[in-house]
């Protein structure tokens, strides 16, 4: 059963750096998504991205993030300068219309 | 004030109690209702959707109903493989507007 793979599973920086979180969602779908998770709180969306441009974003998706659709196959999620408060777990999704399908995260702490 | 509201926050079960978890939300033009069980450091595992009142599905032990303000998650003879967090999202608005609202979660947790 096709399914969203997430890379690396554990990323761990210093604050200040940059990090690309990657993603491959499953092969026909249409619509990606950025959440997080931060420990112990509720899974909070970040972005959506639809036809090669972000459909929505939600105020915490500010200019310090950015996504790309690089090629046919991955999705990346760009934290530029990274603040202790972004360590979280970061789940991509994607879906062929409404439903998503989430993928495993990537843990991110910043040091 | 949440937009969805889960309760229990926690329910402990004895393996074959039957239970219900509730899913209560406040957003009007729902689009969607969604169930997805998460395991400790794992991603939203998608269990089921159900879009209009009255709607419902079943998956195993577990079965979802869907009024015009709250969802129900039904286990039968639960077992301690059910044994995760539950969570329940929503999906409203129009347009092109698919993002998911998720409620804090049930954790379950069942003993043999």
């Known amino acids: 059963e096709p399914e969203v793979t997430q890379t690396p599973s554990h990323q761990v920086t210093q604050m200040g750096q940059e990090v690309i979180l990657r993603c491959v969602p499953i092969s026909n779908h249409l619509y990606f998504y950025w959440y997080r998770q931060i420990l112990g709180q509720k899974v909070e969306f970040l972005v959506s991205f639809y036809n090669n441009e972000i459909s929505e974003k939600s105020e915490i998706f500010d200019d310090q993030f950015s996504v790309e659709r690089p090629d046919g196959s991955n999705f990346t999620l760009k934290i530029r300068s990274t603040k202790l408060e972004d360590s979280a777990m970061y789940f991509c999704a994607s879906g062929q219309y409404n439903e998503q399908f989430f993928g495993p995260g990537t843990r991110l702490t910043v040091l | 004030e949440d937009q969805v509201t889960q309760s229990p926050e926690a329910l402990r079960l004895q393996e074959g109690e039957s239970s219900s978890l509730n899913c209560s939300y406040t957003?009007?033009?729902?689009?969607?209702l969604f169930w997805y069980r998460q395991d400790p450091g794992k991603g939203p595992e998608f269990l089921f959707t159900?879009?209009?009142?009255?709607e419902e599905k079943e998956k195993e032990r577990l079965k979802a109903t869907l009024t015009k303000k709250e969802s129900f998650l039904h286990i039968t003879a639960p077992k301690p493989e059910d044994s995760a967090t539950y969570l329940c999202?929503?999906?409203w608005g129009g347009g092109s507007n698919y993002k998911l609202t998720f409620g804090k979660g049930t954790l379950l947790t069942v003993n043999p």
């Open positions: 999202a929503v999906q």
């Open positions: 159900l879009y209009s009142a009255g």
């Open positions: 957003v009007s033009g729902l689009r969607g």
